[in-house]
Protein backbone atom coordinates (compact mmCIF):
# COMPACT_ATOMS: atom_id res chain seq x y z
CA UNK A 1 0.00 0.00 0.00
CA UNK A 2 1.40 3.47 -0.95
CA UNK A 3 2.13 5.34 2.20
CA UNK A 4 1.60 8.41 0.50
CA UNK A 5 -1.83 7.54 0.25
CA UNK A 6 -2.58 7.10 3.52
CA UNK A 7 -1.29 11.25 4.66
CA UNK A 8 -3.74 13.65 5.31
CA UNK A 9 -1.81 17.65 5.77
CA UNK A 10 -2.50 17.47 8.94
CA UNK A 11 -0.24 14.22 9.45
CA UNK A 12 2.49 15.96 8.03
CA UNK A 13 2.43 18.50 10.67
CA UNK A 14 2.36 15.97 13.17
CA UNK A 15 5.37 14.16 11.23
CA UNK A 16 7.73 17.06 11.33
CA UNK A 17 6.72 17.72 14.26
CA UNK A 18 8.14 14.30 15.71
CA UNK A 19 11.20 14.44 13.67
CA UNK A 20 12.08 17.56 13.64
CA UNK A 21 10.75 19.47 16.87
CA UNK A 22 13.13 22.53 17.98
CA UNK A 23 14.57 22.70 14.46
CA UNK A 24 13.33 26.00 12.78
CA UNK A 25 10.75 25.75 10.39
CA UNK A 26 10.09 29.88 8.69
CA UNK A 27 11.41 32.54 9.80
CA UNK A 28 9.10 36.17 8.94
CA UNK A 29 9.11 39.69 10.19
CA UNK A 30 7.06 38.69 13.31
CA UNK A 31 9.46 36.16 14.79
CA UNK A 32 10.59 32.52 13.80
CA UNK A 33 8.31 29.13 14.36
CA UNK A 34 9.95 25.83 15.42
CA UNK A 35 8.36 22.51 13.63
CA UNK A 36 6.79 21.81 17.10
CA UNK A 37 5.46 25.23 17.31
CA UNK A 38 3.96 25.10 14.37
CA UNK A 39 1.95 22.07 14.97
CA UNK A 40 0.97 22.82 18.61
CA UNK A 41 -0.33 25.89 17.51
CA UNK A 42 -2.04 24.44 14.59
CA UNK A 43 -4.14 22.21 17.11
CA UNK A 44 -4.62 24.78 19.20
CA UNK A 45 -6.18 26.76 16.35
CA UNK A 46 -8.39 23.67 15.18
CA UNK A 47 -9.50 23.39 18.72
CA UNK A 48 -10.89 26.79 18.85
CA UNK A 49 -12.36 26.86 15.61
CA UNK A 50 -14.55 23.70 16.93
CA UNK A 51 -15.95 25.49 19.86
CA UNK A 52 -16.61 28.21 17.62
CA UNK A 53 -19.02 26.20 16.05
CA UNK A 54 -17.10 24.82 12.76
CA UNK A 55 -17.56 21.28 11.70
CA UNK A 56 -15.68 19.24 9.40
CA UNK A 57 -15.99 20.39 5.39
CA UNK A 58 -17.59 24.13 6.70
CA UNK A 59 -14.86 27.13 5.06
CA UNK A 60 -12.51 29.26 6.25
CA UNK A 61 -11.04 32.29 4.37
CA UNK A 62 -7.94 33.60 4.74
CA UNK A 63 -6.95 37.40 3.42
CA UNK A 64 -3.26 38.35 4.27
CA UNK A 65 0.12 38.90 2.98
CA UNK A 66 2.46 36.05 4.01
CA UNK A 67 2.69 35.53 7.54
CA UNK A 68 3.75 32.77 9.75
CA UNK A 69 0.08 32.57 10.96
CA UNK A 70 -0.78 31.52 7.40
CA UNK A 71 0.94 28.10 7.92
CA UNK A 72 -0.92 27.48 11.63
CA UNK A 73 -4.10 28.18 9.40
CA UNK A 74 -3.28 25.71 6.79
CA UNK A 75 -2.63 23.04 9.78
CA UNK A 76 -5.30 23.98 11.95
CA UNK A 77 -7.66 23.46 8.73
CA UNK A 78 -5.79 20.28 7.96
CA UNK A 79 -6.29 19.20 11.64
CA UNK A 80 -10.34 19.99 11.86
CA UNK A 81 -11.26 18.91 8.42
CA UNK A 82 -12.06 22.21 7.35
CA UNK A 83 -11.85 23.81 4.16
CA UNK A 84 -9.29 26.81 3.62
CA UNK A 85 -10.20 29.39 1.08
CA UNK A 86 -7.27 31.92 0.36
CA UNK A 87 -8.22 34.85 -1.40
CA UNK A 88 -6.24 36.93 -3.40
CA UNK A 89 -5.30 40.19 -1.64
CA UNK A 90 -4.74 42.24 -5.12
CA UNK A 91 -8.43 41.77 -5.99
CA UNK A 92 -11.06 44.32 -5.61
CA UNK A 93 -13.78 44.64 -3.16
CA UNK A 94 -16.74 43.25 -5.44
CA UNK A 95 -13.89 39.92 -6.43
CA UNK A 96 -13.56 39.84 -3.02
CA UNK A 97 -17.32 39.38 -2.06
CA UNK A 98 -17.59 37.34 -4.89
CA UNK A 99 -15.27 34.14 -3.49
CA UNK A 100 -16.56 34.99 0.17
CA UNK A 101 -19.99 34.17 -1.22
CA UNK A 102 -19.62 31.72 -3.64
CA UNK A 103 -17.50 29.54 -1.18
CA UNK A 104 -19.39 30.34 1.74
CA UNK A 105 -17.16 30.79 4.31
CA UNK A 106 -18.35 30.99 7.62
CA UNK A 107 -15.28 32.74 8.86
CA UNK A 108 -12.31 34.76 8.01
CA UNK A 109 -8.66 35.35 8.95
CA UNK A 110 -7.70 39.20 7.68
CA UNK A 111 -5.35 41.66 8.43
CA UNK A 112 -6.19 44.91 9.91
CA UNK A 113 -5.65 46.68 6.35
CA UNK A 114 -8.22 44.50 4.88
CA UNK A 115 -10.91 44.25 7.56
CA UNK A 116 -12.88 47.73 6.07
CA UNK A 117 -13.26 45.68 3.00
CA UNK A 118 -15.09 42.75 4.49
CA UNK A 119 -17.15 44.69 6.54
CA UNK A 120 -18.30 46.55 4.03
CA UNK A 121 -19.32 43.16 2.36
CA UNK A 122 -20.88 41.44 5.74
CA UNK A 123 -24.24 43.22 5.00
CA UNK A 124 -24.31 40.61 1.47
CA UNK A 125 -22.94 37.39 3.09
CA UNK A 126 -25.18 36.23 5.66
CA UNK A 127 -22.91 32.72 5.92
CA UNK A 128 -20.31 34.86 7.23
CA UNK A 129 -20.37 34.57 10.85
CA UNK A 130 -16.95 35.50 12.25
CA UNK A 131 -13.82 37.57 11.46
CA UNK A 132 -10.49 36.85 12.96
CA UNK A 133 -8.02 39.92 13.13
CA UNK A 134 -4.23 38.80 12.36
CA UNK A 135 -2.31 41.67 13.33
CA UNK A 136 -3.78 43.85 16.12
CA UNK A 137 -7.31 43.77 18.16
CA UNK A 138 -10.06 45.63 16.99
CA UNK A 139 -13.16 46.33 19.43
CA UNK A 140 -15.57 44.94 17.13
CA UNK A 141 -13.55 41.58 16.43
CA UNK A 142 -11.21 39.00 18.09
CA UNK A 143 -7.64 38.66 17.57
CA UNK A 144 -5.92 35.64 16.58
CA UNK A 145 -4.14 35.59 19.49
CA UNK A 146 -7.08 35.41 21.31
CA UNK A 147 -8.47 32.71 19.59
CA UNK A 148 -5.44 30.75 19.42
CA UNK A 149 -5.15 31.18 23.75
CA UNK A 150 -8.71 29.65 23.62
CA UNK A 151 -7.58 26.06 21.95
CA UNK A 152 -6.17 23.12 23.70
CA UNK A 153 -3.12 21.67 22.14
CA UNK A 154 -5.18 18.25 22.03
CA UNK A 155 -3.30 14.83 20.57
CA UNK A 156 -5.54 13.83 18.52
CA UNK A 157 -7.88 15.94 17.00
CA UNK A 158 -11.62 15.21 17.21
CA UNK A 159 -12.67 14.90 13.67
CA UNK A 160 -11.93 12.11 11.62
CA UNK A 161 -10.22 13.23 8.14
CA UNK A 162 -9.48 11.22 5.70
CA UNK A 163 -7.26 12.26 2.06
CA UNK A 164 -10.02 12.10 -0.27
CA UNK A 165 -11.14 15.37 2.18
CA UNK A 166 -11.25 18.54 1.07
CA UNK A 167 -8.54 20.58 2.20
CA UNK A 168 -8.48 23.89 0.08
CA UNK A 169 -10.47 25.87 -2.75
CA UNK A 170 -8.05 28.14 -4.88
CA UNK A 171 -9.92 30.33 -6.82
CA UNK A 172 -9.08 31.09 -10.47
CA UNK A 173 -8.97 33.43 -12.95
CA UNK A 174 -12.23 34.39 -13.63
CA UNK A 175 -13.43 32.62 -17.03
CA UNK A 176 -16.60 34.93 -18.36
CA UNK A 177 -16.81 36.75 -15.05
CA UNK A 178 -16.93 33.81 -12.74
CA UNK A 179 -14.20 32.45 -10.92
CA UNK A 180 -13.81 29.03 -9.99
CA UNK A 181 -12.84 27.35 -6.82
CA UNK A 182 -10.70 24.74 -7.77
CA UNK A 183 -10.97 21.53 -5.16
CA UNK A 184 -7.58 20.19 -3.50
CA UNK A 185 -8.01 17.43 -1.33
CA UNK A 186 -5.68 16.13 1.16
CA UNK A 187 -4.11 14.03 -1.51
CA UNK A 188 -3.35 16.29 -3.97
CA UNK A 189 -1.25 18.60 -1.56
CA UNK A 190 0.36 15.83 -0.24
CA UNK A 191 1.23 14.01 -3.64
CA UNK A 192 2.18 17.74 -5.24
CA UNK A 193 4.70 18.13 -2.34
CA UNK A 194 6.41 14.67 -3.24
CA UNK A 195 6.36 15.78 -7.12
CA UNK A 196 8.26 19.35 -6.39
CA UNK A 197 10.49 17.46 -4.08
CA UNK A 198 11.15 14.30 -7.15
CA UNK A 199 11.12 17.24 -9.56
CA UNK A 200 13.93 19.62 -8.31
CA UNK A 201 15.58 17.39 -5.84
CA UNK A 202 15.60 19.89 -2.43
CA UNK A 203 16.11 18.78 0.64
CA UNK A 204 15.85 19.29 4.33
CA UNK A 205 18.99 21.33 3.97
CA UNK A 206 17.87 23.99 1.36
CA UNK A 207 16.40 27.37 2.02
CA UNK A 208 13.36 28.86 0.74
CA UNK A 209 12.62 32.33 0.54
CA UNK A 210 8.33 32.95 -0.01
CA UNK A 211 8.27 35.80 -1.76
CA UNK A 212 5.68 34.22 -3.93
CA UNK A 213 2.07 35.01 -2.01
CA UNK A 214 0.85 31.57 -0.57
CA UNK A 215 -2.42 32.60 -1.71
CA UNK A 216 -1.21 31.30 -5.11
CA UNK A 217 -1.23 27.85 -5.95
CA UNK A 218 2.32 27.79 -6.49
CA UNK A 219 3.40 29.64 -3.42
CA UNK A 220 1.35 27.73 -1.44
CA UNK A 221 2.43 24.59 -2.78
CA UNK A 222 6.43 25.14 -2.36
CA UNK A 223 5.92 26.35 1.57
CA UNK A 224 4.26 23.17 2.42
CA UNK A 225 6.66 21.17 0.64
CA UNK A 226 9.60 22.86 2.42
CA UNK A 227 7.81 22.58 5.74
CA UNK A 228 7.04 18.69 4.79
CA UNK A 229 10.93 18.31 4.03
CA UNK A 230 12.04 19.58 7.66
CA UNK A 231 13.72 22.50 5.33
CA UNK A 232 13.38 26.26 6.31
CA UNK A 233 10.96 28.84 4.90
CA UNK A 234 11.68 32.40 5.10
CA UNK A 235 8.44 34.09 4.69
CA UNK A 236 8.54 37.49 2.99
CA UNK A 237 5.26 39.67 3.83
CA UNK A 238 6.04 42.22 0.94
CA UNK A 239 7.40 41.95 -2.21
CA UNK A 240 10.22 44.60 -2.87
CA UNK A 241 13.66 44.10 -4.60
CA UNK A 242 16.18 44.78 -1.89
CA UNK A 243 13.98 43.26 0.74
CA UNK A 244 14.25 39.91 -1.00
CA UNK A 245 17.79 40.24 -1.85
CA UNK A 246 19.20 40.62 1.43
CA UNK A 247 17.10 37.90 2.73
CA UNK A 248 18.87 35.74 0.46
CA UNK A 249 22.33 37.06 2.02
CA UNK A 250 21.29 36.23 5.28
CA UNK A 251 19.73 33.24 5.60
CA UNK A 252 22.03 31.94 2.59
CA UNK A 253 18.45 31.01 0.37
CA UNK A 254 19.05 28.01 -1.86
CA UNK A 255 15.81 27.78 -4.04
CA UNK A 256 13.41 30.61 -4.92
CA UNK A 257 10.51 30.65 -6.95
CA UNK A 258 9.11 34.03 -8.48
CA UNK A 259 6.95 35.97 -11.25
CA UNK A 260 8.88 38.20 -14.04
CA UNK A 261 10.04 40.25 -13.23
CA UNK A 262 11.02 39.84 -9.46
CA UNK A 263 14.32 37.92 -9.93
CA UNK A 264 15.51 40.29 -12.84
CA UNK A 265 14.71 43.01 -10.10
CA UNK A 266 15.96 41.08 -7.68
CA UNK A 267 19.25 40.56 -9.10
CA UNK A 268 19.62 44.28 -10.10
CA UNK A 269 18.72 45.67 -6.49
CA UNK A 270 21.53 42.88 -5.41
CA UNK A 271 24.26 44.47 -7.81
CA UNK A 272 23.32 47.64 -6.84
CA UNK A 273 24.07 47.23 -3.37
CA UNK A 274 26.49 44.56 -2.89
CA UNK A 275 24.32 41.55 -1.88
CA UNK A 276 25.51 38.46 -2.29
CA UNK A 277 23.39 35.86 -3.60
CA UNK A 278 25.55 32.94 -4.17
CA UNK A 279 23.59 30.30 -1.68
CA UNK A 280 21.02 30.39 -4.60
CA UNK A 281 21.24 26.58 -6.12
CA UNK A 282 17.65 27.01 -7.84
CA UNK A 283 15.62 29.77 -9.22
CA UNK A 284 12.35 28.90 -10.84
CA UNK A 285 10.55 31.38 -12.88
CA UNK A 286 9.55 31.98 -16.76
CA UNK A 287 11.68 34.45 -17.14
CA UNK A 288 13.46 36.19 -20.80
CA UNK A 289 16.41 34.12 -21.65
CA UNK A 290 18.69 37.18 -20.97
CA UNK A 291 17.19 37.03 -17.37
CA UNK A 292 18.60 33.38 -17.25
CA UNK A 293 21.79 34.18 -18.52
CA UNK A 294 22.65 36.68 -16.23
CA UNK A 295 21.86 34.13 -13.17
CA UNK A 296 23.96 32.14 -14.87
CA UNK A 297 26.50 34.22 -14.71
CA UNK A 298 26.12 36.10 -11.42
CA UNK A 299 25.69 32.63 -9.54
CA UNK A 300 27.74 29.94 -10.65
CA UNK A 301 26.54 26.13 -10.50
CA UNK A 302 23.19 27.27 -10.21
CA UNK A 303 20.11 25.77 -12.37
CA UNK A 304 17.20 27.54 -13.83
CA UNK A 305 13.77 25.87 -13.80
CA UNK A 306 10.56 27.18 -15.45
CA UNK A 307 7.89 24.45 -16.59
CA UNK A 308 3.91 24.08 -16.86
CA UNK A 309 0.90 23.80 -14.69
CA UNK A 310 -2.10 25.63 -13.22
CA UNK A 311 -4.45 26.08 -10.22
CA UNK A 312 -6.00 22.84 -10.94
CA UNK A 313 -2.95 20.72 -11.29
CA UNK A 314 -1.34 22.30 -8.22
CA UNK A 315 1.15 24.21 -9.69
CA UNK A 316 3.66 22.14 -11.69
CA UNK A 317 3.13 18.88 -14.06
CA UNK A 318 6.21 19.63 -16.22
CA UNK A 319 10.01 21.05 -15.25
CA UNK A 320 12.55 21.87 -17.36
CA UNK A 321 16.28 22.66 -16.39
CA UNK A 322 18.81 24.93 -17.36
CA UNK A 323 22.73 24.49 -16.19
CA UNK A 324 24.49 26.22 -18.27
CA UNK A 325 25.03 28.01 -21.43
CA UNK A 326 25.08 25.60 -23.89
CA UNK A 327 21.52 24.10 -22.31
CA UNK A 328 20.56 27.97 -22.50
CA UNK A 329 21.45 28.35 -26.04
CA UNK A 330 19.52 25.33 -27.12
CA UNK A 331 16.65 27.42 -26.16
CA UNK A 332 13.56 27.82 -23.32
CA UNK A 333 10.60 27.13 -25.41
CA UNK A 334 10.27 23.56 -23.95
CA UNK A 335 8.48 23.55 -20.66
CA UNK A 336 10.13 20.23 -19.90
CA UNK A 337 9.24 16.88 -19.16
CA UNK A 338 6.19 15.41 -16.82
CA UNK A 339 6.52 14.92 -12.98
CA UNK A 340 7.07 11.66 -11.96
CA UNK A 341 3.34 11.61 -10.29
CA UNK A 342 1.85 12.97 -13.96
CA UNK A 343 0.44 11.45 -16.99
CA UNK A 344 0.63 14.09 -19.75
CA UNK A 345 -1.24 13.75 -23.40
CA UNK A 346 -1.74 15.65 -26.27
CA UNK A 347 -5.29 15.31 -28.00
CA UNK A 348 -7.80 16.12 -30.59
CA UNK A 349 -11.23 17.68 -30.71
CA UNK A 350 -12.78 14.68 -29.85
CA UNK A 351 -10.12 13.66 -26.91
CA UNK A 352 -8.25 11.10 -29.26
CA UNK A 353 -4.56 11.05 -28.92
CA UNK A 354 -2.43 12.61 -31.51
CA UNK A 355 1.19 11.59 -32.84
CA UNK A 356 4.08 12.80 -31.37
CA UNK A 357 4.74 16.45 -32.75
CA UNK A 358 1.61 17.28 -33.40
CA UNK A 359 -0.44 20.07 -32.14
CA UNK A 360 -3.12 19.57 -29.69
CA UNK A 361 -4.83 20.19 -26.29
CA UNK A 362 -2.60 19.45 -23.29
CA UNK A 363 -4.34 16.83 -20.91
CA UNK A 364 -3.10 15.80 -17.61
CA UNK A 365 -3.92 13.28 -14.98
CA UNK A 366 -2.29 12.55 -11.47
CA UNK A 367 -2.75 12.13 -7.95
CA UNK A 368 -2.12 15.69 -7.44
CA UNK A 369 -4.79 17.18 -9.83
CA UNK A 370 -8.06 19.09 -8.59
CA UNK A 371 -11.26 17.38 -8.50
CA UNK A 372 -13.15 19.75 -9.89
CA UNK A 373 -14.69 23.15 -9.34
CA UNK A 374 -16.72 24.34 -6.27
CA UNK A 375 -20.34 24.41 -6.83
CA UNK A 376 -20.11 23.99 -10.43
CA UNK A 377 -20.90 20.57 -11.72
CA UNK A 378 -21.25 21.09 -15.90
CA UNK A 379 -17.96 23.07 -15.62
CA UNK A 380 -16.53 20.00 -13.10
CA UNK A 381 -18.15 17.30 -16.26
CA UNK A 382 -16.86 18.53 -19.19
CA UNK A 383 -12.99 19.67 -17.45
CA UNK A 384 -12.59 16.69 -16.44
CA UNK A 385 -13.76 14.21 -19.03
CA UNK A 386 -12.49 11.07 -19.33
CA UNK A 387 -10.59 11.18 -16.48
CA UNK A 388 -8.32 13.48 -17.59
CA UNK A 389 -8.24 17.39 -16.68
CA UNK A 390 -8.54 19.46 -19.72
CA UNK A 391 -6.49 22.63 -19.17
CA UNK A 392 -7.72 24.46 -22.42
CA UNK A 393 -4.18 24.68 -23.92
CA UNK A 394 -2.58 23.69 -26.72
CA UNK A 395 0.85 22.30 -27.10
CA UNK A 396 3.33 18.74 -28.47
CA UNK A 397 5.16 16.15 -27.18
CA UNK A 398 8.36 15.32 -29.09
CA UNK A 399 9.98 12.17 -29.78
CA UNK A 400 11.83 12.43 -25.97
CA UNK A 401 8.80 13.21 -24.13
CA UNK A 402 9.33 16.97 -23.79
CA UNK A 403 6.11 18.93 -23.61
CA UNK A 404 6.13 22.61 -26.04
CA UNK A 405 3.72 25.07 -24.89
CA UNK A 406 2.21 26.06 -28.54
CA UNK A 407 -0.73 28.81 -27.45
CA UNK A 408 -4.47 28.37 -25.82
CA UNK A 409 -7.51 27.17 -27.17
CA UNK A 410 -9.57 29.63 -28.87
CA UNK A 411 -12.03 29.81 -26.23
CA UNK A 412 -9.63 29.77 -23.75
CA UNK A 413 -7.24 32.70 -24.23
CA UNK A 414 -6.22 32.96 -21.11
CA UNK A 415 -3.77 36.25 -20.07
CA UNK A 416 -0.53 35.19 -18.10
CA UNK A 417 1.13 38.53 -16.97
CA UNK A 418 3.52 38.80 -14.10
CA UNK A 419 2.28 35.58 -12.42
CA UNK A 420 -1.11 36.24 -12.63
CA UNK A 421 -3.90 35.06 -14.54
CA UNK A 422 -6.31 37.06 -16.94
CA UNK A 423 -9.48 35.96 -18.63
CA UNK A 424 -10.10 38.47 -21.32
CA UNK A 425 -14.06 38.64 -20.86
CA UNK A 426 -13.38 39.89 -17.14
CA UNK A 427 -11.51 43.15 -18.48
CA UNK A 428 -13.27 43.31 -21.76
CA UNK A 429 -16.53 43.75 -18.86
CA UNK A 430 -15.33 46.05 -17.08
CA UNK A 431 -14.49 48.56 -19.80
CA UNK A 432 -18.03 48.20 -21.44
CA UNK A 433 -19.31 49.83 -18.38
CA UNK A 434 -17.88 52.85 -19.39
CA UNK A 435 -20.34 54.89 -21.47
CA UNK A 436 -17.81 55.74 -23.62
CA UNK A 437 -16.70 52.64 -24.85
CA UNK A 438 -19.47 50.21 -27.59
CA UNK A 439 -16.93 47.82 -28.83
CA UNK A 440 -13.74 46.10 -27.16
CA UNK A 441 -11.46 42.90 -27.71
CA UNK A 442 -8.97 42.23 -25.07
CA UNK A 443 -5.61 40.04 -26.42
CA UNK A 444 -2.41 39.48 -24.50
CA UNK A 445 0.64 40.85 -26.17
CA UNK A 446 4.65 40.29 -25.32
CA UNK A 447 6.13 41.85 -23.01
CA UNK A 448 9.93 42.06 -22.00
CA UNK A 449 9.14 42.54 -18.59
CA UNK A 450 5.57 40.71 -17.45
CA UNK A 451 5.85 37.74 -20.44
CA UNK A 452 2.68 38.78 -21.81
CA UNK A 453 0.64 42.27 -20.99
CA UNK A 454 -2.96 42.98 -21.21
CA UNK A 455 -3.83 44.81 -24.25
CA UNK A 456 -7.14 46.32 -25.21
CA UNK A 457 -8.58 47.18 -28.77
CA UNK A 458 -11.23 49.64 -28.28
CA UNK A 459 -14.25 51.00 -30.41
CA UNK A 460 -15.53 54.35 -28.76
CA UNK A 461 -18.80 55.45 -28.85
CA UNK A 462 -19.75 58.15 -31.12
CA UNK A 463 -18.74 61.75 -29.64
CA UNK A 464 -16.98 60.22 -26.90
CA UNK A 465 -13.51 60.24 -26.64
CA UNK A 466 -12.32 58.17 -23.51
CA UNK A 467 -8.33 58.08 -23.39
CA UNK A 468 -6.30 55.95 -22.51
CA UNK A 469 -5.37 56.87 -18.58
CA UNK A 470 -9.10 57.30 -18.38
CA UNK A 471 -10.00 53.44 -18.71
CA UNK A 472 -6.99 52.04 -17.26
CA UNK A 473 -8.43 54.46 -13.71
CA UNK A 474 -11.96 53.17 -14.76
CA UNK A 475 -10.91 49.66 -14.79
CA UNK A 476 -8.52 49.53 -11.48
CA UNK A 477 -12.06 50.65 -9.64
CA UNK A 478 -13.21 47.42 -11.03
CA UNK A 479 -11.10 44.90 -11.61
CA UNK A 480 -7.71 44.15 -9.32
CA UNK A 481 -4.94 46.47 -10.62
CA UNK A 482 -2.73 43.72 -12.35
CA UNK A 483 -5.80 42.92 -14.84
CA UNK A 484 -6.04 46.39 -16.34
CA UNK A 485 -4.58 47.18 -19.80
CA UNK A 486 -1.30 48.32 -20.16
CA UNK A 487 -1.69 49.20 -23.65
CA UNK A 488 -4.83 50.30 -25.13
CA UNK A 489 -5.36 51.18 -29.01
CA UNK A 490 -8.39 53.16 -30.29
CA UNK A 491 -10.36 51.74 -33.54
CA UNK A 492 -12.77 52.78 -35.61
CA UNK A 493 -14.57 48.70 -35.55
CA UNK A 494 -13.90 45.37 -34.87
CA UNK A 495 -13.15 42.50 -37.18
CA UNK A 496 -16.19 40.45 -37.03
CA UNK A 497 -17.10 36.33 -37.57
CA UNK A 498 -19.82 35.47 -39.84
CA UNK A 499 -22.43 34.90 -36.63
CA UNK A 500 -21.35 38.61 -35.63
CA UNK A 501 -19.29 37.88 -33.10
CA UNK A 502 -15.77 39.46 -32.56
CA UNK A 503 -13.54 37.80 -34.16
CA UNK A 504 -10.53 37.55 -31.57
CA UNK A 505 -7.74 35.67 -33.82
CA UNK A 506 -7.83 38.37 -36.18
CA UNK A 507 -8.09 41.11 -33.83
CA UNK A 508 -4.44 39.24 -32.84
CA UNK A 509 -3.01 39.23 -36.41
CA UNK A 510 -3.89 42.83 -36.33
CA UNK A 511 -2.87 44.27 -33.36
CA UNK A 512 -1.10 41.50 -31.11
CA UNK A 513 2.55 42.34 -32.87
CA UNK A 514 1.96 46.00 -32.89
CA UNK A 515 4.85 47.27 -30.12
CA UNK A 516 3.19 49.25 -27.10
CA UNK A 517 4.90 52.01 -28.15
CA UNK A 518 3.32 51.90 -31.72
CA UNK A 519 -0.68 51.78 -30.26
CA UNK A 520 0.19 54.65 -27.99
CA UNK A 521 1.63 56.75 -30.83
CA UNK A 522 -2.05 56.06 -32.84
CA UNK A 523 -3.83 57.16 -30.34
CA UNK A 524 -1.77 60.49 -29.68
CA UNK A 525 -2.36 61.54 -33.45
Not at 346 to 358: S, T
Request: aromatic share 6%; hydrophobic share 40%; glycine share 10%.
Amino acid sequence: MDPVQQLTLGDVYTRCADLYAERTAAVGNAGTRTFQQLDENARRLADSLHQQGLAKGDRIAILSLNNLEYLECIGAAATAGLVLVPINSRLQEAEIGFVLADSGARLIFAEAEFVPVVERLRAGLPELEHVVVFDREQPQHPCYGDILAEGRDRERPGTSVTEDDLIALMYTAAVSGRPRGAMMTHRSFVYQNAQLALTTGIGEHDVNLNVLPMFHTMGLSVALTFFHLGALNVVLDRYAPSAAAERIEAHRVTFLAEFSPMAAQILDAAKRNGVDLSSLRQVFGLDTPATIRAYLEHCPGMTWLSGYGQAETHGLVCVHRVRNFDELEKGTTTVGRPGPLNLVRIVDDNDDEVRRGQDGEIVVRGPNVSVGYWRQAEATEQTTRGGWHHTGDLGRLDAGGCLWFAGRKAEKDLIKTGGENVYPEEVEGALKQHPGVIDVCVIGVADPEWTEAVKAVIVRAPGAFPGSAELIDFCKQKIASYKKPRHLVFVETLPKSPSGAIDRRAVKDLYGDVAPEISRRKEQR
